[in-house]
């Protein structure tokens, strides 16, 4: 009798959860599913090499007098960096469990902006080496070389503060946020893109035509990249949310 007494008033007692329900969901760094994700270091050889083919299609182009060679250049490599995004971003639509690790979202941020920093320096080298290995001239080129410089930068500091752990910027809400804030520049971007391509611009036969093509492309790329993170991010907030409302309807049965 005592013995089927302790057994009811275990059996009785709640069970207090001290976690958050979604973490009980989420995988350890040690638990992580391995290789579903190329890290995107592995893909800078490819990354580089790519950048360096279209600024010498470019430098070439307008050197020989080949103003479609050099916008092809241009063009291929925004499509090739917004292929890479879409090869870095798979993991996290059709894999569910990649989609759950502890930092899916905080890495997908990570690796998203990181190409956005690749799109913006390739403008800003592309502009310096047109405007310096080339007889064409155009006052504002360097100006706005270094204008895109300059955000890939901030980029990069919005890179290192997320990778800081405890950062308030990995929360969440901020991470949500940060999907807004994606679409937005790539809203701008698009606007940009249409102004030139309505405005006749891109048909320029002053100084500035080769200026407007990397306008063009990189206006392109960062349509494409903003899109893809601001998916991801939507993505995985609506997993994070799923798994909670999955735990919670657990504890009420």
């Known amino acids: 009798m005592q013995a089927d007494s302790v057994h009811t008033t275990h059996a009785t007692t709640p069970l207090r959860c001290t976690r958050h329900p979604a973490d009980l969901y989420r995988r350890s760094p040690s638990q992580e599913p391995k290789n579903l994700l190329m890290p995107l270091t592995k893909l800078l050889p490819w990354i580089l090499a790519a950048v360096v083919a279209s600024i010498a299609g470019m430098v070439t182009g307008i050197s020989s007098d080949m103003p479609r060679f050099s916008l092809a250049s241009a063009v291929l490599f925004a499509l090739a960096l917004v292929a890479t995004a879409v090869d870095v971003n798979l993991p996290w639509w059709r894999d569910r469990e990649a989609a759950q690790a502890s930092n899916a979202q905080v ?35 360097l100006q706005y070389g270094a204008g895109m410089a300059l955000f890939g930068w901030l980029a990069l500091v919005y890179v290192h503060f997320l990778a800081q752990p405890g950062s308030r910027l990995r929360s969440p809400r901020l991470l949500l946020q940060s999907a807004w804030l994606a679409l937005a520049h790539g809203g701008a971007a698009l606007g940009g893109v249409l102004f030139l391509v309505l405005s006749g611009k891109i048909h320029s036969t002053k100084g500035d035509w080769a200026a407007n093509q990397v306008f063009l492309a990189g206006g392109i790329a960062l349509v494409g990249l903003s899109i893809l993170a601001a998916y991801t991010q939507i993505r995985l907030a609506r997993v994070e949310r799923s798994d909670v409302n999955s735990m919670v309807e657990a504890g009420r049965q």
């Open 107 to 141: 890495d997908a941020a990570i690796s998203n902006t990181h190409l956005l920093v690749v799109g913006y320096f390739w403008g800003a080298l592309a502009l310096l080496f047109i405007y310096r290995m080339t007889s064409l001239r155009w006052q504002h080129g």
